[in-house]
């Protein structure tokens, strides 16, 4: 039986409602229906294959000695904990790789990208895992910045056709090695997985609301990260561009299993119709990160 509701919360531009307490979310302001209802229930798969599977008209997301998740219609995800695993392995799947299976269902676009708010717009740093999306964004915070999303930015489109960032997690998730490179203590943080050897050194960097976004803002470009020994912005061609988008989908590899690869297409279209895509190379030390930083600015203040 699931234990009693507590406060919706607030992810993704969605009101989520959930038996099992969120505590990496802010509380939803306000009275209202949910968009999304999360339970705790058996699910009868004892032969269910690691991964994401078809489950009849849902979608069922196994992983294995954490839980299994039955993802349905954009709005309802049933999570079936393993016996003995820790609450915070089963968020961190759940908030991961399950809510990125029920965004591809509901038509959004996620990509795999860190967004900070810069002059009133957003910007997007997008790259895969280890590329300095969260170690990047760390700085903004650090200067004053407010982060809009960390590794998964959603992206919407207003009224008007125009692309907006959408509020994702309010917490930077960083690697040992990123943690030191900013001044921050690996004492402070929890690992990002309850790992009993303490092997995973990726940790969570929670955000105060005053220093997150809470409204989505207009998407201003998205830089591709890479890691060279010179700093260098290349504006992308239309080509380049929707191949990165394609490459750089958050659990791109959904797109098959949630019948959505062609809506996804043409979101993609969309969103490189409307704002400008660069590849951006920098160095990888400690003494470039202020220069980097302000020159990165620089070049956001300088798009038109």
Known sequence: MSAALGPDYEVFGLRVRSDLPLTELFEAEGHGSPDVMISRSSLDRKNAKAGLESDGDSLLLTVPGVAKYRISGGREIIIDPAKGTSERNVRLYLLG????????????LPLHANAVEIDGRAVAFMGESGAGKSTLAAWFHDHGYRIIADDVCVVDFDPSGCPVAIPGLPRLRMWEEALKITGRSVDEFQRSYADPDGEFDKFDVPIAASDACATPLPLAAIYLLERRDAFTVKAMNRLEAIQAMFEHTY??????STSSRKAHWSLCVRLIAK???????????????????????AHVRDCP
């Open 275 to 297: 704002t400008r895509l660069f590849g951006l190379a920098r160095s990888w030390d400690l003494g470039a990160m202020d220069s980097n930083g302000e020159r990165i600015l």
């Open 251 to 256: 659990r791109g590899a959904y797109l098959t």
């Open 97 to 108: 790789s399950a809510f990125g299976a029920l965004l591809h269902q509901r038509g959004l």
